[in-house]
């Protein structure tokens, strides 16, 4: 009988948002969690399927589970969740016969159901078009004082590279209140950072009828809750990236004057093979109206995407130069079944793709080195995580998101809680990190 549930949870921060709304669902429902995987009666295996080397993770994180269970002859039941399993459920069923029950990312109101099914020995699968936002309180996973806020799900942009609409379905937005009283529960119950995540989060609401997104809207709501000390967003598009969300971005104080802002590229002809809403020139307004604000912005490019010449490449290299990014990541293109990019003639080679990613993430280097020199000198509040193998406390300011971002190391006199917020003296620069001290 099951009584316990393990999670391993694959991906994103979108799909840990999911794996922590399943383990609420299921304590709920009397379900003990268990934080050691292979010692629970049922082990939910929450997938990723976004590209090649996470689908591959995946397998293998359900193979491992299976092994587990065979070695040590335990009667674990394994169920396998998330984008993979959306996407290829009929072949999972068929060649992991290991795997007690299959649930999509659009059927997780069934997550109750399905998990009574196994128990009794049936072997479910639940791939179809259901609810995708669950009601129930979360368990959190990460630190207890910093949670993602998920607003919608799907998306519509359609981007050629892009596998995700073919896994999440169309955009749908998260009904308003519900995410006012989870970011209302989150707060009280010690989250005081606050991280809205989506696959576009700036297009919030469109679906709602409005004329345009209410990201500012929400923004400023969430804002008033008490308990919120810092409020972040991420994933934003340049199109609905308006002065007046950048305004609300600036002026709130609770807010990270932060914009993640994935790019991809800025030449206009690859920007309009790979679909992307927005022109080179509407890219570099959306990037001067935040340096006007002081707003950082964090962004991702794709490199060696079909069809990008050396000059194109070289453009991209030197605008990354010129625009000088807080944070920035890149990836080399990886073909995905079932999208436009993936049939499209001139396929860049992969050593080619590796040398160009290689250049760009060097150029990059001295950019954010150079940037992260100008905060010297300066104080800024730090929530505080951990400390290093030497004793320095590690940390963030607002301008470092969570899991992605470099950090700040700093001494201190005595002892400091994590989940705790300190003023810190920024006294020296790496790549990708500051060094400071408390300041008293």
């Not at 209140?177 to 576009?200: K, N, P, V, W």
């Not at 469109?206 to 308990?227: T, W, Y």
Request: charged fraction near 30%; charge should be negative; proline fraction near 5%.
């Amino acid at each position: 009988m099951i009584k316990t549930i393990g999670m391993v949870a694959l991906g994103c921060a979108k799909n840990r948002v999911d794996s922590e709304n399943m383990l609420g669902t299921l304590r709920e429902a009397g379900y003990a969690i268990v934080s050691r995987p292979e010692e629970a009666d049922l082990v939910i295996v929450n997938t990723c399927g976004f590209i090649e080397s996470a689908k591959e993770e995946a397998i293998s994180a359900l193979l491992e589970m299976a092994g587990s269970r065979e070695a040590t002859g335990r009667p674990q039941r394994i169920l396998a969740t998330g984008c993979l399993v959306q996407r290829y459920s009929a072949e999972l069923e068929k060649e992991m016969p290991e795997i007690d029950g299959f649930l999509g990312v659009a059927e997780y109101g069934r997550l109750l159901e399905t998990v009574r099914s196994i128990d009794q020995g049936d072997r479910p699968l639940h791939c179809g078009e259901g609810e995708r936002f669950l009601q129930t309180p979360r368990v959190l996973t990460g630190p207890k004082w910093s949670a993602y806020v998920k607003i919608s799900d799907g998306c519509d942009n359609r981007c050629a590279y892009c596998a995700i609409p073919l896994i999440r379905g169309r955009y749908r937005s998260r009904p308003y209140d519900d995410i006012l009283r989870e970011c209302r529960s989150l707060a009280e119950g010690g989250a005081h950072e606050l991280t809205l995540i989506a696959q576009d989060t700036s297009r919030y609401g469109v679906d709602f009828g409005e004329k345009k997104p209410i990201l500012a809207r929400l923004l400023r709501e969430i804002s008033d809750i008490d308990a919120v000390k810092w409020l972040r967003v991420l994933y934003c598009y340049p199109d609905t990236s308006n002065e007046e969300l950048l305004d609300a971005i600036a002026a709130l104080p609770k807010v990270c004057k932060y914009l993640d802002l994935p790019l991809q590229h800025i030449n206009g002809p690859i920007l309009r093979a790979m679909n992307r809403r927005g022109s080179p020139e509407l890219i570099r307004e959306v990037l001067k109206m935040c340096r006007e604000r002081k707003i950082a912005v964090r962004t991702t490019f794709i490199v060696g995407f079909p069809g990008e010449t050396e000059e194109q490449f070289e453009e991209l290299l030197a605008f990354v130069k010129e625009a000088r990014f807080a944070r920035m990541g890149a990836f080399t293109y990886s073909p995905e079944e079932g999208t436009k990019a993936a049939v499209m003639p001139d396929q860049v080679p992969e050593e080619v793709k590796q040398e160009r990613y290689d250049r760009l993430m060097r150029a990059q280097q001295a950019v954010s080195k150079s940037v992260l020199r100008e905060r010297l000198g300066s104080v800024a509040e730090v929530l505080v995580e951990k400390r290093d193998s030497r004793g320095r406390y590690i940390g963030r300011s607002m301008l470092e998101a969570p899991d992605v971002d470099g950090v700040v190391r700093f001494t201190a006199q005595g002892e400091i809680a994590p989940g705790s917020f300190v003023p810190v003296r920024m006294l020296a620069a790496r790549a990708y990190d500051l060094i400071g001290e408390a300041v008293e």
